[in-house]
């Protein structure tokens, strides 16, 4: 009752909201800690309102010569302000909102800091866990190496096993169709007729009549076709071995990508500051602007007796000059230039694990002949060698991906006009450009492998390398399939794996003995497994994408040497015994 009373005493027993001019001010760290503590202040002006706004509104510059009465509405205004005396135009800049954003009673400004509050929590948990977090992230670390180590010895069992299991779902689909179709031979589609019900096609003999005849076809193909490739499927088991003997004679290679990620952040910080600095580089130009009808406002005084609301206000960036006016120019030539570095930097990347993992295969003793620091030796004669191809190559690339965008940039542009022939060439544009640059991306990988191998041009190199490919375009496609099954069960083993440990150990389903950490001081446990699990991703990718690099490499490799030596004296294979065993070939010089 007394609160009713003090309320009623200031007149604001029907303005139950609280409005805040600037929503902006109150946006900083210091106003959210203090929101999280329950003693929220914003340094803006704040009134009590009978409505919240409903709408987006803000001073334009056109409205300054306006009476103020017809630029504010009075109900979000401080209420002592009368807008119609011409003595108080000095005050309307102060207590009168200059923007306005819709909101609901339920949706206010302080009830909108429960964000902040959630944001301060979040940081409470990273900093309550942030070591078990590392510790997550380093057993995601050994379990990817162990993986890529351990594949020399169950890279053949796991193929095999997944193989199986692929043709025994098969057999088990065809058997449960068979079993299905046994149990509605009374049921005929001709029955049914059309129906939007699904679930009815599910009920008769013909649904399952197809199913069983689809499944069988596939695994028909998939028998012969195991058949067939059961060789070629040994050589990439054989490779995929030899390239974890690779890797455990350079563990240094998996910390490249650490190398390439900060090249890469340089990248992108480079781009954003020129970006910034071209957005700005205009002489900025202020304007005296009033509220009310002013006279006598030149612009070249800082007061006037006569209109004290004038103020001087940041209006644009000069846009005159021979750089302003060609800013958008360099903008996209920014734009060229980020992309540009990005794919030399990824180019140098693979060229010098490419060059390390070749050094490996061509060393005719293992390990007596393998130089000493292959990577950084590769990386030294990456630059000094090969800069030139590389960035050709990745300007390549560059070209496509910039095509690509403004093909994006059309589209967006496009979307209101209701053309379907335009919108079906955009689209097949796109499609056409998308595979364009997926297949630029393979020849170019493969360019820089036969670059680090021979030293010739990316030219030269891509030729060479496209050719070889191509006459063993079967062993290719095998290769590329039985590793992507393996590394993408690795990665699921390694998130997978590190992620439920996570859970258990973050929703205190695992215990440590004492105090080391207790579960219920986390305010979201979530926050800390969602950092985990995507930590892991990232790890086992960059783990991977190493693996993957110097199986494409050792497949090259191996390929040039079946065409280029035959086992006699003068031209010994390189290549490792299991595989001379299983191609039936032998070298004439023991190793």
């Not at 492998?449 to 063993?472: Q, T």
Request: with cysteine; hydrophobic share 50%; charged share 15%.
């Amino acid at each position: 009752m007394l609160v009713l009373l003090g309320y009623a005493a200031l007149g604001i027993v029907d303005r139950p909201n609280l409005f805040y001019f600037n929503i902006l001010k109150c946006a900083t760290s210091v106003n959210i800690m203090a929101a999280s503590l329950n003693d929220f202040q914003c340094p803006t002006t704040q009134v009590c309102v009978e409505r919240c706004p409903d709408r987006f509104w803000a001073v334009q510059l056109n409205m300054y010569a306006m009476p103020p009465a017809d630029v504010f509405d009075d109900s979000f205004c401080v209420p002592s302000i009368d807008l119609e005396d011409p003595d108080q135009v000095s005050l309307f800049l102060q207590l009168c909102p200059f923007f306005l954003i819709p909101t609901t009673p339920g949706e206010d400004l302080l009830n909108g800091f429960n964000a902040g509050d959630i944001t301060v929590r979040i940081f409470e948990d990273f900093a309550s866990s942030w070591p078990w977090i590392l510790i997550g992230l380093l057993i995601a670390m050994v379990v990817s190496m162990l993986f890529l180590l351990l594949l020399r010895f169950i890279a053949p069992v796991m193929v095999w096993v997944l193989i199986i299991g692929v043709l025994g779902a098969g057999a088990y689909g065809i058997w449960h169709c068979y079993w299905e179709y046994e149990n509605y031979k009374e049921a005929s589609i001709t029955d049914v007729g059309f129906t939007t019900n699904f679930n009815v096609y599910l009920q008769v003999q013909e649904t399952w009549l197809a199913f069983l005849i689809i499944i069988s076809v596939v695994e028909a193909i998939l028998l012969l076709t195991l058949i067939f490739l059961r060789t070629r499927i040994l050589i990439a088991i054989a490779l995929i071995q030899e390239s974890s003997k690779a890797i455990s004679h350079m563990m240094s290679s998996l910390l490249y990508p650490l190398l390439t990620f900060v090249l890469l952040v340089v990248c992108v910080a480079y781009w954003g500051t020129t970006a910034l600095y071209l957005a700005t580089s205009g002489v900025p130009v202020y304007k005296v602007v009033t509220v009310g009808n002013c006279t006598n406002i030149n612009g070249t005084e800082d007061y006037y007796s006569d209109c004290p609301s004038a103020s001087c206000m940041f209006i644009k960036y000069n846009d005159e000059g021979l750089l302003q006016r060609n800013l958008f120019n360099l903008q996209i030539y920014n734009v060229v230039a980020f992309l540009w570095c990005v794919n030399f930097v990824i180019a140098l990347g693979q060229c010098t694990l490419a060059g390390a993992f070749a050094s490996y295969y061509w060393a005719f003793t293992k390990p007596d002949d393998i130089p000493t620091f292959p990577v950084c030796a590769s990386f030294v004669r990456s630059l000094r060698y090969h800069v030139g191809s590389l960035a050709f190559g990745a300007l390549i690339l560059t070209l496509v991906q910039l095509i690509r965008i403004l093909l994006e940039y059309i589209d967006h542009k496009t979307k209101a006009a209701d053309n379907a022939l335009i919108r079906f060439l955009l689209c097949c544009l796109k499609c056409c450009f998308w595979c364009l640059e997926k297949f630029i991306k393979f020849l170019n990988r493969n360019a820089y492998i036969m670059i680090a191998i021979y030293g010739k041009n990316f030219c030269v190199s891509a030729k060479n390398a496209f050719m070889l490919l191509m006459r063993n375009i079967i062993r290719v496609v095998v290769l590329d399939k039985v590793t992507d099954l393996l590394l993408f069960f690795g990665k699921l083993l390694v998130v997978g794996g590190v992620g439920v440990l996570s859970f258990f150990f973050f929703s205190g389903r695992i215990l440590l003995p004492g105090e080391t950490f207790r579960f219920e001081t986390l305010n979201y446990y979530w926050i800390p497994i969602i950092t985990v699990a995507f930590g892991s991703y990232l790890i086992a990718h960059g783990f991977f994408s190493v693996y993957n690099m110097c199986v494409d490499t050792l497949f090259l490799c191996f390929l040039e040497d079946l065409e280029r030596n035959d086992g006699s004296l003068q031209k010994p294979y390189f290549m490792s015994k299991n595989l001379m065993k299983i191609l039936s070939k032998s070298n004439k010089v023991p190793r």
